[in-house]
């Protein structure tokens, strides 16, 4: 779009074009796809309760008696430090679930984990 604007001040005349273009953004490539390994454990118990889901990581919250509400917060430190991630939730089948999402590094050990029968997704 080019506009251009006339200003008239006694015998002198300024004039002022502006052009504007409107472009698509360029996307951004999409980062390589890294092979990663995801183990889950679940259970068949009644599963979080929603202050337990709430503050799933946060230390020292428990709902156990004589427990210390570090279990899942060290887990998290670990798994994060190795640039990984880890969540949990209800299995929507009953109990609770948490799975684990590491990086594998480097390349070869994939056929290694495949020939365990660890399935490995990239």
């Known amino acids: 779009m080019r506009r251009t604007t006339a200003l008239a001040v006694g015998a002198l005349v300024c004039s002022m074009a502006v052009s504007v273009w ?18 889950s454990v679940r259970d068949n118990g009644k599963g979080f309760s929603e202050k ?39 299995d929507p089948t009953g109990g609770a679930v948490v799975s684990i999402t590491l990086p594998i590094s480097p390349s070869d050990s994939v056929p290694l984990l495949q020939s365990q029968g660890i399935a490995v997704s990239s």
Do not use: W
């Not at 953004?25 to 092979?35: D, L, Q, R, T």
């Not at 503050?55 to 998290?76: D, M, Q, W, Y």
């Open 22 to 39: 409107a472009e698509e953004p360029k996307p951004k490539p999409a980062p390589p796809a890294k092979k990663v390994v995801k183990i």
């Open 52 to 90: 337990a889901l709430s503050g799933l990581f946060t230390p020292f919250l428990t709902t156990k008696e004589e427990g210390s509400g570090l279990g899942l917060a060290i887990v998290r430190r670990i798994v994060e430090g190795l640039d990984g991630e880890v969540c949990g939730d209800n």
